[in-house]
């Protein structure tokens, strides 16, 4: 079944069904971990998230893979896809195929005065510049020291960058607190906390 095929059958019968999986315990027992993770590594995520109640209508669901999704207020899926994680993965493989990692490249600066500060400095940007003429693709790296994603979904990519790759210092953006709330459900944030600040 493809994204198409997906959202035109969530017509009322197939939400019926939807509705009809039980994963109200699993959800909370994972917000429950969720929270209490939140609590000891980032207590300030926690006290907002704990009581919070989403300005927007939620609707968590599964299809037969087990993998939680939300139905946002016009029953539209957030994933439009069979397998939120698998489209999390593909997505994510492609961006570490196709972009490059960004460096800071200087000029060389006249050396006026004959300082022995303005000597080196140049030599090592002359070297530096013949080595940054190669790209790095981001798959070619093992570790990223500075990665900021902007709109984590549901955060399943979270967990496949971290399946790729060492990342040494994360900024999260996420500007839709409904959606951070909904991913506190469906992603295994404990899993991932405990794994950054181990």
Do not use: H
Not at 71 to 89: H, Q, V
Not at 110 to 115: A, E, F, I, V
Not at 139 to 148: E, I, N, Q, S
Not at 165 to 179: A, G, K
């Amino acid at each position: 079944m493809n994204s198409a095929d997906l959202v035109s059958n969530l017509d009322a019968e197939t939400l019926t069904v939807l509705t009809n999986v039980n994963i109200n315990e699993f959800l909370e027992e994972r917000f429950i971990a969720n929270i209490n993770a939140f609590k000891q590594y980032l207590p300030e995520i926690a006290n907002q998230f704990k009581d919070y109640v989403p300005t927007k209508k939620l609707s968590f669901f599964c299809l037969e893979n087990g993998i939680p999704n939300i139905l946002l207020n016009s029953n539209t899926p957030f994933y439009k896809s069979e397998d939120p994680i698998a489209f999390c993965k593909n997505r994510l493989l492609y961006l570490m195929q196709n972009i490059t990692f960004n460096q800071s490249c200087f000029e060389y600066e006249r050396d006026k005065y004959g300082q022995i500060n303005d000597k080196y400095i140049n030599e090592g940007l002359e070297s530096q510049s013949k080595q940054i003429k190669e790209t790095i693709k981001i798959k070619d790296l093992d570790t990223l020291p500075l990665v900021v994603v902007s709109g984590i979904g549901l955060g399943y990519i979270l967990g496949e960058l971290y399946e790729r790759v060492t990342v040494s210092n994360l900024v999260i953006i996420e500007p839709d607190p409904d959606i951070f709330f909904a991913s506190v459900y469906t992603f295994d944030w404990k899993n991932l906390l405990d794994y950054i600040f181990a």
